[in-house]
């Protein structure tokens, strides 16, 4: 049974950093590639960062460039979501995801996609104060 678990998030003033964790079991992590997605109350769920199987390379959405660092560890079956310079506009409730191998080139254009996944965590909540 697949199970992906976030951890990491919390509450924290504008300006703070959160690193957030995904635990990954029951599936062969080093064929996947790993998204994290974020959820607003009111709002659709939407891609943040995603990263190839071996790490390299790494996709970010326009409103997280350059604050948020998204790695992972092959060895322990861990994603990683490094956020800096939190906005209270990053309060939501953040999701791991993985996407089964589907050829060359196709993560590139559908890492924001929902439907590109195919196993997903629960949710961590991520809250940001002004």
């Known amino acids: 049974q697949v199970q992906l678990v976030e951890s990491g998030g919390g509450s924290v003033q504008a300006g703070g950093s959160l690193r957030l964790s995904c635990a990954a079991s029951g599936l062969s992590y080093s064929l996947f590639c790993m998204g994290w997605f974020r959820q607003a109350p009111g709002k659709e769920r939407e891609g943040v960062a995603g990263i190839s199987m071996t790490g390299i390379p790494t996709y970010y959405a326009d409103f997280v460039k350059g604050r948020f660092t998204i790695s992972r560890d092959n060895a322990k079956n861990t994603l990683y979501l490094q956020m800096n310079d939190l906005k209270p506009e990053d309060t939501a409730m953040y999701y791991c995801?993985?996407?089964?191998?589907?050829?060359?080139?196709?993560?590139?254009?559908?890492?924001?996609?929902?439907?590109?996944?195919?196993?997903w965590g629960q949710g961590t909540q991520v809250t940001v104060s002004s």
């Open positions: 995801a993985a996407a089964r191998y589907s050829g060359i080139g196709w993560y590139g254009s559908n890492w924001p996609s929902q439907r590109s996944y195919n196993h």
